[in-house]
C-alpha cells in the first residue's frame, strides 16, 4: 500500500518560515512526480509546487507562493519538502502532498497518491 506520510505543519506568526515533510515508500517517489497542495476551510484545492522528476527536475509553482515557497526533495530519503518562508494569514490551509501526476500539464492537479495532510495556521 502507498503511503504518504506529511508532517511539520503548525501554528505560526506572520512572517514566520516552516518546512513540511513528505515522506513516500522508494518505489512510489523514484518514480512519481511530487507535489504540494492546499486547501483552506471552504475553498477548492489547489496547486502549491510540483517537483518534475523527469523532466529535469524543473519546479512548477503558484504565483500566489513564488519567491516564498521552494519545493525540493531528497532522494536518498524518499522524502519532499516545502519550505514555506514569510508567511501570511491567506496560507493558513491544510496542505497535502501528492505523488504520481496523471494529467499532462505540469500544472495538473490530478495525483494517483494523496497524503493525510498537515494543517498550517499562520495568525497575524
Known amino acids: 500500500q502507498v503511503q504518504l506520510v506529511e508532517s511539520g505543519g503548525g501554528l505560526v506568526q506572520a512572517g514566520d518560515s516552516l518546512r513540511l515533510s513528505c515522506a513516500a515508500s522508494?518505489?512510489?517517489?523514484?518514480?512519481?512526480?511530487m507535489a504540494w497542495f492546499r486547501q483552506a476551510p471552504g475553498k477548492e484545492r489547489e496547486l502549491v509546487a510540483v517537483?518534475?522528476?523527469?523532466?529535469?527536475?524543473?519546479?512548477r509553482y503558484a504565483d500566489f507562493v513564488k519567491g516564498r515557497f521552494t519545493i525540493s526533495r531528497d532522494n536518498a530519503r524518499s522524502t519532499v519538502y516545502l519550505q514555506m518562508n514569510s508567511l501570511k494569514p491567506e496560507d493558513t490551509a491544510v496542505y497535502y502532498c501528492?505523488?504520481?501526476?496523471?494529467?499532462?500539464?505540469?500544472?495538473?492537479?490530478?495525483?494517483?497518491?494523496w497524503g493525510q495532510g498537515t494543517q498550517v495556521t499562520v495568525s497575524s
Open positions: 501528492a505523488a504520481d501526476r496523471l494529467g499532462g500539464s505540469l500544472y495538473s492537479t490530478q495525483y494517483r497518491y
Open positions: 522508494e518505489r512510489t517517489f523514484s518514480n512519481s512526480d
Open positions: 517537483h518534475a522528476r523527469f523532466i529535469g527536475g524543473i519546479t
